[in-house]
C-alpha cells in the first residue's frame, strides 16, 4: 500500500470520480488492497513491522487515487470474563467484524435528524495533527453503494459504523473530518446529539 497522502494534497479536496461497471481488474484489486491495508494496520505484529497507524477505513483519495473507492474494517470487541479460579479469560467475539467491505460510489441516500459524535472527538491517516473537538455527523445515515460484483446495496447504519462509514464517504467528496467541528466551539453539541464512546 503505497504512502498515504497528508493534508495539504489537493487530491484530498477534491470530489471523486464515480467507478464504472463492470470493474477494471483495476478497481478489484485496489479495494482488496485497501482491505488488506486495513487487516494488516490492525494486526499489531504486522503493524509494527510495517510502521502503520490502526485503521478502521480507508478511502482512494488517501492513496492519491480520485475514485469513489472506500473501505471498512470494524473489529467487534472481545469479551473478557473471570473463571471459576477468577481468572480473566478472553472471548472472542461470535462475528470478527461488524463492517467488513469495499463499497464503491456509496453515498447516504437518508439520514437521521438526530446528530452523533464520537466522544473522544476523530483521527484520520491523512492528517498528522490531534484536533480536539466533537465531529458533527448522522446519528443514523441508509447508505447506498455497489460490491465488486456490481450489485446494488442500501444497508442503515447507526452508532460508531454509521460515523466510520460518513468519515470515509466525506473523503471522496473532499470533507476532512475537522470541517465538521464547530470552529468557535468545538465542543458544542446540537439538539439531541448522541456522544458515544
Ligand atoms: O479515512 C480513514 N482514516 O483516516 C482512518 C481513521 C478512520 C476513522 C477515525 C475516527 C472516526 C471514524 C473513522
Ligand atoms: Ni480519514
Not at 72 to 93: H, S
Not at 120 to 129: F, I, K, M, Q
Given at each position: 500500500?503505497?504512502?498515504?497522502?497528508?493534508?495539504?494534497?489537493?487530491t484530498?479536496?477534491?470530489?471523486?470520480?464515480?467507478?464504472?461497471?463492470?470493474?477494471?481488474?483495476?478497481?478489484?484489486?485496489?479495494?482488496?488492497?485497501?482491505?488488506?491495508?486495513?487487516?494488516?494496520?490492525?494486526?499489531?505484529?504486522?503493524?509494527?513491522?510495517?510502521?502503520?497507524?490502526?485503521?478502521?477505513?480507508?478511502a482512494?483519495p488517501?492513496?492519491?487515487?480520485?475514485?469513489?473507492?472506500?473501505?471498512?474494517?470494524?473489529?467487534?470487541?472481545?469479551?473478557?470474563?473471570?473463571?471459576?479460579?477468577?481468572?480473566?479469560?478472553?472471548?472472542?467475539?461470535?462475528?470478527?467484524?461488524?463492517?467488513?467491505?469495499?463499497?464503491?460510489?456509496?453515498?447516504?441516500?437518508?439520514?437521521?435528524?438526530?446528530?452523533?459524535?464520537?466522544?473522544?472527538?476523530?483521527?484520520?491517516?491523512?492528517?498528522?495533527?490531534?484536533?480536539?473537538?466533537?465531529?458533527?455527523?448522522?446519528?443514523?445515515?441508509?447508505?447506498?453503494?455497489?460490491?465488486?460484483?456490481?450489485?446494488?446495496?442500501?444497508?442503515?447504519?447507526?452508532?460508531?459504523?454509521?460515523?466510520?462509514?460518513?468519515?470515509?464517504?466525506?473523503h471522496?467528496?473532499?470533507?476532512?473530518?475537522?470541517?465538521?467541528?464547530?470552529?468557535?466551539?468545538?465542543?458544542?453539541?446540537?439538539?439531541?446529539?448522541?456522544?458515544?464512546?
Amino acid at each position: 500500500m503505497d504512502d498515504i497522502i497528508r493534508e495539504g494534497n489537493p487530491t484530498l479536496r477534491e470530489i471523486a470520480a464515480d467507478v464504472e461497471f463492470p470493474l477494471s481488474d483495476e478497481n478489484i484489486i485496489l479495494g482488496e488492497k485497501m482491505l488488506n491495508f486495513l487487516r494488516n494496520s490492525q494486526d499489531e505484529v504486522t503493524a509494527e513491522k510495517m510502521g502503520l497507524r490502526a485503521g478502521v477505513g480507508i478511502a482512494a483519495p488517501q492513496l492519491d487515487i480520485s475514485r469513489k473507492i472506500i473501505a471498512v474494517l470494524v473489529p467487534n470487541a472481545e469479551e473478557i470474563e473471570e473463571n471459576e479460579k477468577g481468572e480473566e479469560v478472553v472471548i472472542p467475539p461470535k462475528e470478527a467484524y461488524s463492517l467488513a467491505t469495499v463499497m464503491y460510489n456509496p453515498r447516504v441516500v437518508s439520514h437521521s435528524v438526530q446528530d452523533a459524535a464520537l466522544a473522544e472527538g476523530e483521527g484520520c491517516l491523512s492528517v498528522d495533527r490531534d484536533i480536539p473537538g466533537y465531529v458533527i455527523r448522522h446519528a443514523r445515515a441508509t447508505i447506498e453503494y455497489f460490491d465488486k460484483e456490481g450489485n446494488k446495496k442500501k444497508i442503515k447504519l447507526k452508532g460508531y459504523n454509521a460515523i466510520v462509514v460518513q468519515h470515509e464517504i466525506d473523503h471522496i467528496n473532499g470533507i476532512m473530518f475537522f470541517d465538521r467541528i464547530n470552529p468557535k466551539n468545538p465542543f458544542a453539541t446540537t439538539e439531541g446529539m448522541l456522544l458515544l464512546d
